[in-house]
């Protein structure tokens, strides 16, 4: 999910405390065998490991949400959430939330010894939501307020992290199966920041698969080399990319074929959080061009594009997102033509939903090409990682 930009700016603010800078890579490790230091002298804590969390996917139609569980506080009250690479910041329900939480749960401060609340509060609007339906106005929104308390992540124990409790929610909230967001974006702050200074190493993997596969996963610390295959593309981050996990691409094609208004340089930005695919009108309108022109704009749903459901099982629609490794090849993230439909809209059942939706202000893409690739994101390398999955 991705803020919407002036809240994302107050929400940087709020995280300066964070010095993601000051992050060591623990490499005392040999000097301090050396000094033959006592067994529980914290001088010989080594760097810590990686940790796998296993993750479900919000399975409601369509198969495009994954979220896990993080334990806060302490004692620890386990809170789930969707481990987004769109945001930065950590948000869950607390028990100061009324009806609009109700079908979360609520994480009770006053039952946390470690809690503190640091008393800011803020809006956050996003700019994309949970499922396949476009943002409209300000219907994805969280009241917060500011504290700090211990969270844990696969074991791994991070005190005093930066976070927010939700005191209300937009309705569009009401409906998730996971309680809140951890913000995983690509400068580490909160947990993540947390973990780094004590040595885990900046980088993480997400192994997003259908739910029919199952056993999705996310390794803080490191990647899985159990859930892929074959060798990694990676590519560099523009250098001005700052929280946003982004990389160039030269080029769309849809089975095989190109036009002028695809074979543009344009930036992607990979979002874990958002189910569908995020493009400008004419980039979208181009693509589906493409594929058939059936595929027309629904206008009960500004934005979403569909086509009668009895004529898009058989259409071919194999979408190519072309990339530049860092050592120069050319590697092609494919989003096979199952993705097409996202099912039938709620107001018109005969007709589907395709995996596009239109907005004029960034291309995005999240879970329907996600979960086609092993997926390293490498916060240190300022780099992303693609791999065939092992299933
Ligand atoms: C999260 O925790 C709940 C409650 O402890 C448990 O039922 C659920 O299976 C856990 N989910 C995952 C993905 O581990
Ligand atoms: C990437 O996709 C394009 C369009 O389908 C194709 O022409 C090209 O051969 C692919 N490149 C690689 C390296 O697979």
């Known amino acids: 999910m991705l803020p919407a930009l002036a809240s994302s700016l107050t929400l940087l603010t709020v995280c300066a405390s964070v010095h993601s800078q000051e992050v060591s890579h623990s490499p005392h490790r040999v000097q301090l065998t050396a000094r033959k230091a006592s067994h529980d002298s914290p001088l010989r804590r080594r760097a810590l490991s990686a940790a796998n969390i296993p993750l479900n996917d919000f399975y409601k139609g369509t198969d495009l949400q994954w979220y896990g569980n993080i334990s806060v506080g302490t004692p620890g009250q386990t809170i789930s959430v969707v481990f987004d690479t769109g945001s930065s910041t950590l948000e869950f329900p607390s028990t100061a939330c009324g009806d609009s939480c109700r079908n979360q749960h609520k994480f009770d401060t006053a039952k946390s010894s470690t809690f503190v609340d640091t008393g800011y509060t803020t809006t956050l609007t996003f700019a994309t939501g949970v499922g396949v339906d476009p943002v409209q106005g300000d219907n994805y929104q969280l009241q917060l307020r500011s504290g700090h308390d211990t969270v844990t992540v696969g074991g791994l124990v991070a005190k005093k992290t930066d976070l927010y409790v939700i005191t209300d929610q937009t309705e569009t909230f009401a409906i998730d199966p996971f309680d809140g967001i951890q913000g995983m974006s690509a400068t580490a702050q909160g947990f993540f920041a947390g973990l780094i200074n004590q040595g885990l190493p900046s980088v993480f993997g997400l192994y997003l698969t259908p739910n029919a596969i199952g056993n999705a996963e996310l390794t803080i610390g490191g990647i899985d080399t159990t859930k892929f295959t074959g ?9 001005d990319s700052g929280d946003t996990w982004q990389l160039s691409s030269p080029q769309i094609s849809v089975n095989g074929k190109t036009t002028s208004t695809l074979k543009r340089t344009r930036t992607i930005i990979f979002d874990s959080g958002t189910s569908n695919v995020l493009f400008p009108t004419s980039t979208a309108e181009a693509i589906y061009a493409l594929i058939s022109p059936d595929i027309q704009p629904f206008d009960d749903e500004p934005g979403t594009y569909g086509i009668a459901c009895s004529k898009i099982q058989s259409l071919p629609a194999v979408i190519d997102l072309t990339f530049t490794s860092s050592s120069g090849k050319v590697f092609n993230l494919t989003i ?36 086609h690739y092993y997926s390293i994101w490498d916060i240190g390398n300022q780099r992303m990682g693609f791999a065939s999955n092992r299933h």
Do not use: M, W
């Not at 060798?231 to 250098?239: E, G, I, Q």
């Not at 439909?341 to 107001?347: H, I, R, T």
């Not at 939903?353 to 995005?364: H, R, S």
């Open 231 to 239: 060798s990694v593309s990676y590519a560099s981050l523009p250098s």
């Open 336 to 371: 096979p033509s199952s993705e097409l439909s996202v099912g039938p809209f709620a107001s018109d059942s005969s007709t589907c939903q395709t995996l596009i939706n239109a907005y004029d202000g960034y291309d995005l893409v999240g879970g329907s090409v996600l979960k």
